[in-house]
């Protein structure tokens, strides 16, 4: 089975599905890190190319995970709104969206989302209005995921909601 993981950044995609990975066995991979291992620190390679460059390495990268069988990715933020991502992701597996409400976001954002390029140096209503700009615009397609699971909760408790809702077997 191939899992895509999509919600807005410091939704918990990554440490969810590291989560479930570790209680259902299955292959676990970040797509942020297979980035990274590509093209180094995404912050400053963003900054040099841009972001629809970052598009452009982001939907090959998802491309060659989708040759595999059995894997969980944790999708970027913005990984359903480039090119045919979701339309693609759909196809090809199961995509879950962490729902997390925006005033939770902005929470978690102001205490670890400073590394995150589309967030980063903004502080206080610049912050929160740019998350509002962006979920404006990446809610409705993230909806279009079949599944829905609230991220609010601990990781433990998302991933077992989700792992309910995917019919996995736990380990």
Not at 76 to 104: F, H, S, W
Not at 108 to 119: N, V
Not at 151 to 156: I, L
Not at 166 to 171: N, S, T, V
């Amino acid at each position: 089975m191939r899992v895509f993981i999509i919600g807005f950044m410091c939704s918990g995609k990554s440490v969810v599905g590291r989560e479930l990975g570790r209680l259902t066995g299955l292959r676990f991979v970040d797509l942020d890190r297979v980035i990274e291992q590509r093209v180094g620190p995404l912050l400053p390679w963003m900054k040099l190319h841009g972001e629809a460059k970052f598009r452009e390495v982001e939907s090959a990268a998802l491309e060659e995970l989708m040759a595999e069988e059995e894997v969980l990715v944790a999708c970027g933020g913005g990984t359903p709104m480039a090119a045919d991502n979701m339309d693609r992701m759909l196809e090809a597996g199961k995509v879950v969206y962490i729902d997390v409400p925006q005033v939770v976001l902005v929470e978690r954002a102001r205490r670890t989302g400073g590394d995150r390029p589309l967030l980063f140096g903004l502080h206080g209503h610049a912050l929160d209005n740019r998350i509002a700009e962006l979920m404006l615009v990446r809610e409705p397609v993230y909806r279009r995921a079949p599944l829905h699971v609230p991220g609010a909760g601990t990781p433990e408790d998302t991933a077992l909601l989700m792992a309910g809702l995917l019919a996995l077997q736990l380990k």
